[in-house]
């Protein structure tokens, strides 16, 4: 099997603070080659970044609805330096969720970050709960200015109808733990009826461990379990899923 790409990781949480390097090497032997990293506030972006020689890490910066007390409407400026400064940042991670407080203030702070997404033609890292048809909505708005590939959304749940709605607006869709659970019926049968050249994977780790690790710290590692998953689902071979996935997460992230 290829070498694969973990679209979507918090290896800069805190939870992986003290055996980061350990969590690193489990991920190479795993076979992960690259690892996006988003942004989820300027706090937590300003703090040393990750380096390895090993795995290739990529960057987003963003402001996460789960810190929307936290967030100050000049970090969008703040936000606009660190594009202007880091010419292969994306945007991300941003969203709206419904579990989250402030929603009006979530939908303005989303909607300046497409702004500065289509400005930089940088592509988005979109986080969704109960929110789709609200992000849809707003990114309808923007649609003839947003980047080719305009981004990934993320840890996607839900119907065919819905991803395809991803699809027209020139996003990808992320695929995580959640089709290792056969409680996902809907959202395992719309990710098997998906061409492969419109997904990429992820772990999102710490968090969605996968289904027999409920309650344990998720990693990077874990990737290939989701290959595994989506092997069974799809009928695609490992091979094949590693070899696309990862073509796609470098032409939506670094434009190769
Ligand atoms: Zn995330």
Not at 27 to 35: D, L, R
Not at 77 to 98: F, I, K, T, Y
Not at 156 to 168: D, R, V
């Amino acid at each position: 099997m290829g070498a694969l790409f973990d679209s979507h990781c918090h290896l800069d949480f805190d939870d992986f603070a003290s055996d980061r390097t350990a969590v690193m090497a489990r991920a190479e032997a795993a076979g992960v080659a690259a690892i996006m990293i988003p942004g989820v506030s300027r706090r937590a972006s300003s703090k040393t970044r990750i380096s390895s020689a090993s795995i290739e890490l990529f960057y987003g910066v963003g402001l996460h609805p789960y810190f929307i007390a936290e967030h100050d409407y000049a970090d969008i400026d703040w936000l606009e330096q660190q594009l202007q400064r880091c010419p292969h940042a994306v945007v991300g991670e941003v969203g709206l969720d419904r579990s989250c407080s402030d929603y009006r203030k979530q939908q303005q702070l989303f909607t300046a970050q497409v702004e500065l997404a289509c400005a930089y033609q940088r592509p988005l890292i979109i986080h969704h709960r109960q929110s789709q048809a609200d992000l849809v909505a707003i990114l309808m708005r923007y649609r003839s200015k947003l980047p080719a590939h305009a981004g990934v959304i993320h840890a996607f749940s839900g119907s065919y109808e819905q991803a395809q709605s991803w699809l027209a607006l020139g996003f990808m869709i992320g695929v995580g733990g959640v089709i290792s659970y056969q409680r996902a019926a809907k959202t395992r049968s719309t990710i098997a009826r998906l061409p492969l050249e419109s997904l990429v994977l992820e772990t999102d780790a710490p968090a969605m461990p996968l289904a027999g690790y409920q309650g344990q710290r998720n990693e990077p590692a874990q990737l290939l379990l989701v290959v595994d998953a989506l092997a069974q689902l799809s009928g695609w071979s490992t091979a094949q899923i590693a070899a696309q996935t990862s073509s796609n997460a470098y032409r939506l992230f670094a434009n190769r």
